[in-house]
């Protein structure tokens, strides 16, 4: 419900400030209007003498991937340039040095397009070189180069007041940087191929002294193979080292072998005699002995049984065993020895090549700091046939740039001359032109309605305590407005002082005020016309009505209804005795109606007012009328005013719309609540007829069809 609350609030407020602009427009369209048009007409006049201006474009296309510098190189696999590449080549393009070229092409030197902005006289004492300088700089104000979006395109664009001008020097640009960047590129091949041949010469001495330095040392060193494969580089001793190591550890094995064998057969001979160690048992000569033994003792048994110990044969024969037994005591002790004198043979040469491989590590060890020394120079060697290789594929590459013409850039479009004006835009420059017009004048407006003070709406009156009886609209001029009255009764104006006359009677009323005093704060805010009109409408409603003219000094009324002054004396005449009521009274020419005016305007300091003169005529002109409308002078600098309110019944204050002050309206009020009077309202005169004087559309469309408009 809030919501709906706010959004009714809303957009009621939007009504009121489109209303309001609307009204303000209506009310001062003529101040509008003057100022747009004369800003248009300054602005017409200035566009059409602008000089024409054509442009001309020619694109570029930047291309990496067609650099012959860059060409087959690792390094440049990515044919991409960054943001500040493109921009880089854009600020060529846009150089003084490009444009003099372009001038010099071009010839444009005197051309007076870009010598104009420089005093003939001393554009004359100027070196060549200057002139030119200066006309470039000139050219270059009429250059646009500008990168189209993300791609690789440049545009180069030149206005000129000649398009065939514009078009020639955009493409002498295009052409010019293109040949720039030919030979700029092949300038710098040719350089590139002159220092890689300086270098590669001094690179190959280099190579052969390093190469010869690395074979002298590993001679001297006694280094062979090369650095190329690790298991053919070393020393002498590096390759002994090998063979060695294996003949001591076969030395070794054979040593342990032997002394294991040996102390196996001394460990048996200890324990079971020379019999039970395996070497003895399997040596040939003592089997052989053993089987002589075994004769032996066959031999000596059928001996001794057949001659007895003693006899000779017996003790040959055991001599003979004897002998044997000794030989193969005598095998086993040679066959254990063998087995001894092998354990420590093996164990002699194991300890020989332990020693020789001990000399050799020193050996090698002496070596290692040559060895070192050998690897350093032969990377040495190995980085300069590296960079001696390298430095002949960029010779190579340079050497065929310097003999090509390809350039990274290319001409993809070329400028042709307009057929038509850049600029001035000038259907947009009169649509521009009229928007300030029509800005301005409505700031100028603007200003104005907030410098004006006066009242428009019926709020604006009550906040100063005080009702609206009507609002009145204003008429077109050459129109006199009460005459609407009578002429068309059934017009908005007429239609307003009938609701002035509901208003001030009332609709229903025991006593209705009999004199009622139209009065206003200050001059020209419509009262005398008020005046005439409400008495009018008073009279058409069958109330028998006297207008009572009250402003002497400017006996308005008379102008207002078309009569001559001078002629009938009035109501000055009256007050001082000088002509009775009947004499001053004469018919309006409107039914119902009388008029009491004042002869002519009158200028005096007595208190014309102040007496009980002016009560008794109007005491005697109540007993013959049913209505009396008092026409009484400004309240605001004259005084007669407050005098004669106290007399009416009911004053109404007339209040010019939007233009009288408020200050002005608050002291009226106030002075009439001060003296007695009876201030009933006030009614607006000459009121916009689109205006909400009334707190609402009062004089809409709406109405349209119950006034009467012809």
Request: aromatic share 4%; with cysteine.
């Amino acid at each position: 419900m809030e919501i709906t609350h706010s959004r009714e609030g809303y957009e009621g407020r939007l009504s009121d400030l489109i209303i309001a602009v609307r009204d303000t427009v209506r009310r001062r369209w003529k101040t509008l209007a003057a100022i747009t048009v004369a800003i248009l007409v300054i602005g017409v006049a200035l566009i059409l003498m602008m000089t024409p201006q054509y442009q001309a474009t020619a694109r570029v296309q930047i291309d990496p991937s067609r650099n012959p510098l860059t060409r087959g190189s690792e390094a440049h696999t990515d044919d991409s340039l960054s943001p500040e590449a493109l921009e880089t080549e854009v600020s060529i393009i846009n150089s003084l040095d490009l444009a003099s070229k372009v001038v010099d092409k071009l010839k444009l030197v005197n051309d007076p397009e870009f010598t104009k902005q420089v005093d003939p006289k001393d554009f004359a004492r100027m070196p060549l070189r200057d002139r030119k300088l200066t006309v470039a700089g000139a050219v270059l104000r009429k250059l646009s180069v500008q990168r189209e979006k993300l791609t690789y395109i440049i545009a180069i664009q030149v206005s000129s007041v000649d398009s065939v001008k514009a078009a020639r020097i955009a493409n002498a640009f295009a052409d010019l940087y293109i040949e720039t960047k030919v030979s700029t590129l092949t300038g710098t091949a040719r350089n590139q191929v002159q220092w890689f041949q300086d270098r590669l010469s001094k690179l190959q001495t280099e190579v052969s002294a390093a190469d010869a330095k690395v074979a002298q040392y590993r001679a001297a060193a006694g280094i062979v193979g090369s650095g190329e494969s690790s298991t053919g580089r070393g020393t002498i001793a590096d390759q002994r080292v090998g063979p060695l190591s294996s003949q001591i550890a076969t030395a070794d094995a054979m040593a342990a072998g032997a002394m294991a064998q040996f102390n196996t057969a001394q460990q048996q001979a200890s324990r079971g005699g020379l019999d039970s160690v395996a070497e003895v048992r399997g040596s040939p000569v003592v089997s052989e002995l053993r089987r002589q033994r075994a004769e032996l003792l066959r031999s000596i048994g059928e001996i001794q049984a057949r001659y007895g110990d003693k006899h000779p044969e017996s003790v040959r024969v055991r001599g003979q065993l004897e002998t044997v037994d000794k030989q193969i005591k005598e095998e086993g002790d040679r066959v254990l020895g063998g087995l001894r004198a092998a354990a420590a043979a093996s164990q002699a040469q194991a300890n020989s090549l332990r020693g020789s491989m001990g000399a050799l590590e020193s050996e090698r060890a002496r070596d290692m700091g040559a060895a070192v020394q050998a690897d350093s120079l032969e990377r040495e060697s190995t980085a300069k046939r590296a960079e001696y290789d390298r430095l002949s594929q960029m010779l190579l590459e340079s050497t065929q740039a310097a003999q090509n013409s390809i350039s990274q850039a290319e001409i993809v479009g070329r400028a042709e001359p307009a057929l038509r004006p850049a600029s001035p835009n000038k259907p947009l420059l009169f649509a521009f032109t009229l928007l300030v017009g029509l800005v301005a004048g409505s700031g100028v407006i603007a200003a104005q309605e907030m410098m004006v003070s006066g009242l428009r709406s019926s709020d604006d009156l009550e906040d100063l305590g005080i009702t609206l009886l009507a609002a009145v609209p204003k008429v077109d001029k050459g129109t006199k407005p009460a005459d609407l009255l009578l002429d068309k009764p059934t017009s908005i104006y007429s239609e307003a002082f009938r609701i002035a006359r509901a208003s001030v009677l009332g609709v229903r009323s025991d006593k209705p005020s009999q004199i009622i005093a139209i009065t206003s704060a200050l001059p020209n805010e419509g009262k005398t016309t008020t005046a005439l009109s409400f008495a009018r409408a008073l009279a058409v409603g069958k109330s028998r009505t006297l207008l009572l003219d009250c402003d002497v000094r400017r006996a308005a009324l008379n102008e207002a209804m078309g009569l001559p002054q001078g002629a009938v004396p009035g109501i000055v005449e009256i007050l001082h005795g000088e002509a009775t009521i009947e004499d001053a009274i004469r018919p309006s020419g409107v039914e119902n109606l009388d008029q009491l005016l004042v002869k002519e305007p009158y200028f005096s300091s007595e208190d014309l007012f102040g007496g009980d003169r002016m009560r008794d005529i109007l005491a005697t002109l109540s007993q013959r009328y049913d209505k009396i409308v008092l026409d009484l002078p400004p309240l605001v600098g004259l005084a007669d005013g407050r005098f004669l309110s106290v007399l009416a019944d009911a004053t109404v204050l007339a209040v010019k719309w939007d233009e009288t002050p408020v200050k002005a309206v608050a002291s009226a009020i106030d002075w009439l609540r001060k003296d007695g009077a009876n201030p009933i309202g006030a009614i607006f005169t000459m009121v916009d007829s689109n205006a909400q004087a009334m707190g609402s559309l009062y004089y809409s469309k709406q109405y349209s069809k119950y006034y009467q408009t012809n």
